[in-house]
């Protein structure tokens, strides 16, 4: 958008108030006590050991938002948000906008990493609970399984009979190609935790007997062999280039020969502002990773050559980490 006015300057310039309001009522799970008894301000506070007189400030900051429902002097989780940010709730997103809330004591650290007064440290080890890490691979499934056959259809999925999902998470992408293509056969490789959840996952879609679950690092292992399709999943961005250039030559390795590999990622222009969500992701790499980033499709295809592909081309441009980059083994 263009700017015409100092109001909408401002207007940008505050639009973090109501996210650290949301962000705050997720850290102090309000939308799961007040989900569905309607509880008064005093007995929310005696719950969780509050200051009344400010949680009732953030209660009525949240109901202004429409997250709450305020009547009289009690407040209640209101009906449109509670599927999603109830902790129990079957398609709650709380862990991602927890996972928010991890990003912006991350991000509180920008300027000074551009002034080079600090380093960003990049990534943390994950202190999740495995409690607390089903519940966010959980959510990534409920925000990704909508878009999935949607992606899987313009990867043309049809002649491939075996599957390599690369850092697959629960299977959401292993799910939608199944159904896809019901004579494929599929591999899903990730972190021995993750590939216990995606058991789970496929048992539930009458799948499980059709993938190899195969734990692994992919910083530290190799793939197993014998696949005709690779899918990389929202992994390069987290990756320096060597680090994508050692995972290229390791699919390479496990794809049969005129095997695809199939990226999904951020693919930028080469102005590196278009799409505007692949701009502000980057900044996300810069803070949460050593030297990921979010590459142009040149950069993607110089990487791919390398390794030893051929055939690169941009099957599907994308503005929310959708566009998709196929190459072939020769």
């Not at 709380?94 to 996972?99: E, G, I, T």
């Not at 629960?170 to 599929?186: D, Q």
């Not at 190799?222 to 999943?233: N, Q, T, Y």
Request: charged share 20%; net charge negative; with cysteine.
């Amino acid at each position: 958008m263009n700017y015409g006015s100092p109001e909408e300057v401002l207007r940008l310039s505050q639009n973090f108030m109501e996210s650290r309001i949301l962000l705050s009522g997720a850290e102090l799970n309000l939308f799961t006590i007040l989900n569905p008894t309607p509880l008064s301000a005093q007995e929310v506070a005696s719950r969780i050991g509050a200051d009344l007189r400010a949680l009732t400030v953030l209660l009525d900051a949240l109901s202004a938002m429409n997250l709450l429902v305020k009547k009289s002097e009690t407040y209640q989780c209101a009906k449109s948000v509670s599927p999603f940010l109830s902790e129990d709730a079957p398609n709650s997103v709380l862990p991602m906008v927890l996972h928010a809330d991890h990003l912006w004591q991350r991000w509180s650290g920008l300027t000074d990493v551009v002034r080079s007064t600090i380093v960003s440290k990049g990534a943390v080890k994950s202190s999740r609970s495995p409690e607390e890490l089903h519940a966010f691979i959980g959510a990534m499934h409920i925000i990704a399984a909508p878009r999935a056959d949607e992606i899987v259809a313009a990867t043309n999925p049809g002649s491939s009979k075996t599957l390599l999902d690369v850092g697959g998470a629960s299977g959401t992408y292993t799910i939608a190609f199944l159904k896809a293509v019901p004579e494929m056969k599929a591999t899903l490789f990730d972190k021995p935790e993750v590939v216990d959840m995606a058991r789970e996952r496929l048992n539930k879609a009458g799948l499980l007997n059709r993938v190899t679950l195969v734990p692994g690092d992919f910083y530290q292992d190799e793939f197993p062999h014998g696949h005709d399709l690779a899918f990389v999943s929202a992994i390069i961005h987290q990756n320096n280039s060597e680090q994508n250039l050692d995972l290229f030559n390791k699919v390479l390795r496990s794809l049969n020969r005129g095997g695809r590999i199939l990226i999904r990622d951020h693919v930028m222009e080469p102005d590196r502002i278009h799409p505007k969500d692949g701009a502000i992701f980057a900044i996300n790499m810069l803070l949460g990773t050593p030297g990921g980033s979010t590459y142009t499709y040149e950069e993607i295809k110089t990487g791919l050559l390398q390794a030893g592909f051929t055939h690169v081309h941009l099957l599907k441009k994308g503005e929310h980490m959708d566009a998709l980059v196929e190459a072939l083994k020769p």
